[in-house]
């Protein structure tokens, strides 16, 4: 597609499950980014991919979050046993390299835990 | 430690005024500095990008200066028009170790009323 896609754009679950989010991003697009979004805070990083491969996942906050990239093109981001604060937005973006080209970001997925 | 500020946290001005919004940066290596606009309920979008040696630079009634030397930059919105109501965000990014690190800062909420 023409920009970078996130599914869904809106997930309400219960405490206790585990959710996936997934990002389609711009074709050709070798770096791909997660960021985390709380009301009225800024974007809070989570992890970085250049191609398939992670080199930066500092920003995880904790071991039930984790996230994979594969052909170097989707990415999913998967948080399990869902907790409260995890209710944010998630968004993707996506640039042609890591060296410092402009990151394109998609309209993110609202998600909240009950 | 690489930190972004943004003033104001939040604006309200009248249609077709002129406002000035502030972002003060402590990131080294210093690469580029990006305002983005962030409408509610979408991802932000990239108004304009400066390097180390550009000063000012124009995106139709969007205006960015920058001086790396006290390390500031502004964004100017002339004429407001009620779709400018929006989330401003400065992004700053630097290399470490080659590696590109992107710094938001928490973004300035913009209100304008007709």
């Known amino acids: 597609g023409a920009g970078v896609s996130q599914s869904p754009s809106n997930k309400v679950t219960e405490k206790g499950k585990d959710v996936e989010l997934r990002c389609d991003p711009i074709?050709?697009?070798?770096?791909l980014y997660w960021y985390r979004q709380s009301l009225g805070q800024g974007l809070e990083f989570l992890i970085y991919?250049?191609?398939?491969?992670?080199?930066?996942k500092s920003g995880l906050p904790s071991d039930r979050f984790s996230a994979e990239r594969t052909g170097g093109s989707v990415s999913t981001l998967t948080i399990q046993r869902t907790q409260q604060e995890d209710s944010a937005v998630y968004l993707c973006?996506?640039?042609?390299?890591?060296?410092?080209?402009?990151?394109?970001f998609g309209d993110g997925t609202r998600l909240s835990i009950l | 430690k690489n930190q972004v500020e943004q003033s104001p946290q939040s604006l309200i001005i009248l249609e077709g005024k002129n406002c000035t919004l502030q972002?003060?940066?402590?990131?080294?290596?210093?690469?580029?500095l990006r305002w983005y606009k962030q409408d509610t309920g979408r991802g932000p979008v990239s108004l304009t990008i400066?390097?180390?040696?550009?000063n000012t630079k124009s995106n139709g009634r969007y205006t960015a200066t920058l001086d790396a030397d006290t390390k500031q930059s502004s964004l100017h919105i002339t004429a407001s028009q009620l779709s400018d109501s929006a989330s401003y965000i400065c992004v700053v990014s630097g290399t470490t170790s080659g590696t590109y690190k992107y710094i938001f800062g928490t973004g300035t909420r913009l209100k304008v009323l007709a």
């Open positions: 400066m390097t180390f040696s550009e």
């Open positions: 991919f250049q191609g398939n491969s992670a080199p930066d």
């Open positions: 973006a996506s640039s042609l390299d890591n060296r410092g080209q402009p990151q394109h």
């Open positions: 972002c003060n940066y402590t990131v080294s290596p210093f690469s580029n």
């Open positions: 074709s050709g697009h070798t770096a």
